[in-house]
């Protein structure tokens, strides 16, 4: 564990929690009768994701006071990061007319990097996480943070626009964004802290490989999220590149699942708690 670290992580998720404060109760003072019930969707989604996470034998043993701050940066410091970052990222695109692309770069680019920074953040201020399989359980709660703000800001937008109904536009949104692709953050930031966590926790591997693979599923989280958020012109041509991302990420989402797990449960080694 590094104070120094922990310290930090607490000023910027103050910061992000300010940031996202302003942005929300912007939406809500537009539509206020969305706000409350679009966060309580929000809560329950979270709620039945951490459940599952739970059940995987890669989630920390005795250890619960990293999952707030790793919610809190997610939904909070990363998304309001990526809020700053993104209009200056899309117009650079469109200035060089790679307007397909505009979303990717003001949304795979910033969103990942400011994610797996939170990643890092948490991995290395507490002592109970120091596991390399932790980096993908981190990720995902930092991911999860993260999905569901961010839905919670779509979905208010959506009720805005919808011409007939603001509830059948908030809970159509709701629908679109948990069906067509869902936990896409999660998977993503998970992705990003396999990698992350392989890198700080491995145990005898020099430091080419810990670059290696921090690297590599850093450019693999990149780039699921930069292929996701392409727009084509064509209808057909944005169907198709979302069935073959999902072919690819979810597949391989789980078999990161499931080496982690196996490995997690071959663990015997000593074991760091807060009784410890």
Known sequence: MNKL??????????????????????LGLVAPALLLPSIAIGAVVAALFLFLLRLSPMWPRSARSWIPPALLWGGGTALGLALLSAPPLTDLALSFGWKAAAFSWAGAYPEEISKATGVLFVLLSYRELNRPWH???????????????????????????????DWIGM??????RLVAGPGLHVLFTAMAG??????????NKSRMWRLG??????????????????????????????????????????????RGNKLAKQDDSYYVTPAA
Do not use: K
């Open 135 to 165: 980096g993908w359980i981190v990720g995902a709660c930092v991911g999860l943070g993260f999905e569901v703000v961010e839905n919670v800001m779509y979905s208010i937008m959506g009720g805005i626009i919808h011409p007939l109904n």
């Open 213 to 258: 693979v921090l690297c590599g599923f850093m450019a693999c989280a990149f780039s699921f999220h930069f292929c996701w958020n392409y727009l084509h012109d064509d209808e057909l041509l944005t169907i198709i590149q979302y069935i073959v991302v999902a072919l690819v990420l979810y597949p391989l989402s789980i078999f990161l699942i499931l």
């Open 5 to 26: 670290f922990r310290n930090t992580m607490w000023v910027l998720i103050a910061l992000g929690i300010l940031a996202l404060l302003v942005n929300v109760l912007s």
């Open 194 to 203: 396999w990698g992350i966590g392989w890198a700080i926790f491995a145990a």
């Open 171 to 176: 809970l159509q949104m709701w629908g679109l």
